[in-house]
Every structure is written in C-alpha cells, then in structure tokens.
C-alpha cells in the first residue's frame, strides 16, 4: 500500500500561485512515477505533470511553462509550483504514483482560480 497525501490548495485569483504539495509513505520501491492529475467538473481526469525516479518532468499541454513539477527523495515528497493561474486551471488535483501497472491515488485537493 501506498498512502499519498495532498496540501496546498485553496482559492486564489487570475495570475496568482499556489504551489501543491503531496507526502509519499508506505511500500514506496522501484521507480516509481510520481505526479499530479486534475479533474473539473463533468470533465475527465488529465495529466498536469508527472516526474520519473530520475527527475524527468512531463507536463499536460495546457500548463507547460506555467507549472513546475519537482521531487525530494529524501522527504518522498512532489511538489506542483503553479504560476499564471488561470480560470480554466479551476479543478480537484490528484497527488499521483505510478510503478508499471500499479497505481495510487490521494484524495485530491481543491484549486478554484477566481477571474
């Protein structure tokens, strides 16, 4: 089991930053993905961001050059530095892990950019 825990999201207005946190314990082996995911309202769960073991980012289309994806090893920790926010980026992030066909989830935190 793997037990992922989110923080940092709130309500912040158009162009603010929030930066999200999420805490990794358990049977944490391999390497092991980790990553943030949203959902918004009658829409379907998409990629923000995603780093592997090595620290190699990968970001969803719509946030790339605005958010920035890092990893601490030492803490287990991935962190979601959101800059330029926007109306748009209003939705529930999930804290992600992922090691081959394994996958876990946090329970998400709320992320509401007012215009």
């Known amino acids: 089991q793997v037990q992922l825990v989110e923080s940092g999201g709130g309500l912040v207005q158009a162009g603010g930053s929030l930066r999200l946190s999420c805490a990794a314990s358990g049977n944490l082996y391999g390497f092991y993905k980790l990553g943030w995911y949203r959902q918004a309202p009658g829409k ?12 190699t980012p990968t970001y969803g ?6 958010f920035t994806i890092s990893r601490d090893h030492a803490k287990n920790t ?10 748009e980026d209003t ?5 992600s ?14 992320v509401t950019v007012s215009s």
């Open 44 to 55: 379907q769960r998409e990629l923000v961001a995603e780093i592997t073991y090595g620290g």
């Open 61 to 66: 289309d719509d946030v790339e050059g605005r």
């Open 78 to 87: 991935v962190s979601l530095e959101m800059n330029g926010l926007k109306p």
């Open 91 to 95: 939705a529930v992030y999930y804290c």
């Open 97 to 110: 892990y992922h090691w081959g066909a394994i996958d876990y989830w946090g329970q998400g935190t709320q």
